[in-house]
């Protein structure tokens, strides 16, 4: 089956960066979108970059400029490299993908989660 295994979180001060790292297994890895998507207490879990076909790739709004996503198709890994962390970038950060083909911003389309790794960056 699929399994997503994501590290690299931790306390970071503002202004700071960190890179998370998500490791897959249990098919084709390249065929599939991957996303990042983050859940802060008492919020709905929102994306925060995708990746398909490997060029492709998409920011919310909040990350734009800041946030990197990337994937090592021979590593079955994505990463997000997330620089000039702000204080309201706080969250479990999860990555994702989907059962099927195809890309989607929305959450409720992915079918397989990583156990969320926690990023904390203190003002």
């Known amino acids: 089956q699929v399994q997503l295994v994501e590290s690299g979180g931790g306390l970071v001060q503002a202004g700071g960066s960190l890179r998370l790292s998500c490791a897959a297994s249990?098919?084709?890895?390249?065929?599939?979108?991957m996303g990042w998507f983050r859940q802060a207490p008492g919020k709905e879990r929102e994306v925060v970059a995708l990746n398909w076909n490997t060029a492709n790739t998409y920011y919310a709004d909040s990350v734009k400029g800041r946030f990197t996503i990337s994937r090592d198709n021979a590593k079955n890994t994505v990463y997000l490299q997330m620089n000039s962390l702000k204080a309201e970038d706080t969250a479990i950060y999860f990555c994702a993908t989907g059962r099927y083909g195809g890309v989607s911003y929305a959450a409720r389309d992915y079918a397989y989660w990583g156990q969320g790794t926690q990023v904390t960056v203190s003002s």
């Open positions: 249990g098919r084709t890895f390249s065929t599939y979108a």
